[in-house]
């Protein structure tokens, strides 16, 4: 099957590598992610059905879009997207040490020429971290190009403790998407 997975996130593309060996994995250029007014769930939303509506024509059969953010922890309409550097990435980690946060992901699937659309949180509570963990953090860089600065999967999944919602929400994919997409795999 030709399945495009129009996201430059090594994540997402580790989450669908085992149900579509053969997957394409190329970012979207150009598209608008900037957060609209509203919730967090309307701004990911929104962002994730912008980058399904900049899509370029393709033959592609399965087309995978997604967005990720977080609510700030103090107020939960407020969104917390990636850090631009390493002195924002220290102060959104900062900022969730020692504390519960939700992460949203949106996630548009076309199959076939149809469109489906999954919104969903999960919530992850961050230790109250040393000074030497939160720089070994900083200094892996595994906070580039993460929502809220750091990465589950990578070097904070040994402090974060997911505390309700799926990992796959928390890593870029909304979870009724990743079982949509799971079952489209086994059927192939």
């Known amino acids: 099957m030709d399945v495009w997975l129009a996201s430059n996130s090594p994540r997402r593309h580790s989450l669908l590598l085992p149900l579509f060996p053969s997957l394409h994995h190329e970012g979207l250029e150009g598209v608008d992610e900037t957060p609209p007014t509203g919730t967090v769930e ?7 059905m912008r980058k399904a509506a900049a899509l370029p024509d393709s033959d592609h059969s399965l087309v995978i879009v997604a967005d990720t953010m977080l609510s700030d922890p103090d107020d939960h309409s407020l969104s917390i997207g990636k ?60 906070w580039k190009g993460k929502a809220g600065g750091y990465d589950l999967a990578g070097p904070m999944g040994v402090h974060a403790r997911l505390v309700e919602g799926t990992e796959s929400t928390v890593l870029g994919l909304a979870a009724g998407a990743m079982e949509f997409l799971t079952g489209l795999a086994s059927t192939l």
């Open 83 to 142: 850090p631009r550097d390493l002195a924002h990435a220290a102060t959104m980690l900062h900022r969730l040490t020692g504390r519960f946060h939700q992460v949203w992901s949106a996630t548009s699937v076309r199959w076939n020429g149809t469109w489906h659309h999954w919104c969903e949180s999960a919530v992850v509570a961050l230790p109250d971290l040393k000074q030497d963990e939160l720089d070994a953090l900083l200094t892996s860089e595994s």
């Open 42 to 48: 309307h701004q990911v939303r929104t962002i994730c």
